[in-house]
């Protein structure tokens, strides 16, 4: 039986650069799917804004770890290869696109209206609207919520462990058959998922408060 | 695409299936309960406790709300039992639920006492309410309109998150799925079939709260 050493916290520690990559893909994919559904959503296109709706609805409203497993043994029927790296790109992509859209249509409704009528007045055309008055605002008021759900995307990659992604997780599960010292093993495991996710939580906190402050004065 | 849907074997586990929501409901709500009754606690720790006790919270919050669910599960279920504290599935899914929830809603719940105007509490005070009864009238039954949204959306966030527990087969709704699949082989079908099933659950429960909310506390603010 091996003890827990120097080379087996270091198999862990090396495990988070694919949290870590595994978030970035996640961010990246749902920031272009949720800018995506957050559009439609305040667009004003009807039919477009109501299958928006229900992908949110869909997304939000079952486990992300059903998600996984939808991708994950769903394409192979649809004739394609996946691998857990893939499925979890996908399921993660999917998931947070639902809530950053969500979090995005709240930013860009909470605008104000006077904003969208004085660009009306001007007579932009809607994505010049957009893209000059109404989403530099939305930006702001999207920054601080945007970097906590970085938090959650980072908690979610872990569940890429249940279909065989080494990550953190699965490496701590490997590292723990090893050793038989959960104790150790997982507390180093959260310890290092802390260490990803506090630093973020505490920069949305601060972003919140300094936004607060700008919008009271 | 030549894949030929094979529903019948799904179906067919229907008690099963039926077993396996009841669980999760079952569990969500014990762990939405319990969960309460620590962030209450951990609230009123934290607005009017001695320093010591909010670092305390605090650690205990900022620890919970930013590690996985997965490992919070991990560590009660394998870690534990080092130290002697041997626990069923069924019980480190609920503690660990409870546990979460507690740190999520006791940041609802604190907000919530901080929207209270500080001059509803000083007049509970010149009535010469005790300190418990200002905490419980003037302070947490208004509260409650304001979080209510935020709280119920919580609970249906745990419902969801609870299908990890199926990692420790703690008998929920998704180890049922996993049964079902290693029996039939039908993994795609017996996915699906359980993802409607927590679809209609959060559909349900966010209507169930929606009515209550319009039935019991759309009571109007006193201004």
Known sequence: ????????????????????????????????????????????????????????????????????????????????????????????????????????????????????????????????????????????????????????????????????????????????????QPLLVFGVVGAIYFALCWPLSLLAWRLEKRHARAMSR | MNYRFQFGQVFAAWPDLLHGTWITIQLSLTATVLGLVVAIACAWGKTSGPGWLRLVINAYIELIRNTPFLVQLFFFFFALPAIGLRWTPHTAALVSMVVNLGAYATEIIRAGIESIPKGQIEAGLALNLKRWEIFRFVILKPALKTIYPALTSQFILLMLSSSVVSVISADDLTSVAANIQSQTFRSFEVYIVVTIIYLALSLAFSALFKLVFQTCLNYPDRR
């Not at chain 1, 270091?10 to 495990?15: D, E």
């Not at chain 1, 043994?73 to 290869?81: C, H, Y």
């Not at chain 1, 979610?156 to 699965?170: N, Q, V």
């Open chain 1, 1 to 180: 039986m091996r003890t827990f050493g120097w080379p087996e916290l270091w198999f862990i520690v090396q495990a988070a650069k694919w949290t870590i990559a595994l978030s970035a893909i996640a961010f990246a994919g749902g920031t272009a799917v949720g800018l995506l559904v957050a559009l439609a959503r305040t667009g004003g296109n009807a039919p477009l804004a109501r299958g928006a709706t229900v992908f949110t609805q869909i997304f939000q409203g079952t486990p992300l770890l059903l998600q996984l497993f939808l991708v994950f043994f769903g394409a192979p029927i649809l004739g394609l290869e996946i691998n857990p790296w893939a499925a979890a790109a996908v399921a993660l992509t999917l998931n947070s696109g639902a809530f950053l859209g969500e979090i995005w249509r709240g930013c860009i409704q909470a605008v104000p209206r006077g904003q969208w009528e004085a660009a009306e007045a001007l007579s932009l055309s809607y994505p010049w609207r957009m893209r000059s008055v109404i989403l530099p605002q939305a930006f702001k008021i999207a920054v601080p919520p945007t970097v906590g759900y970085l938090v959650q995307i980072i908690k979610g990659t872990s569940l890429a462990a249940i279909i065989g992604f080494t990550e953190i997780t699965r490496a701590g599960q490997i590292i723990d058959n090893a050793t038989f």
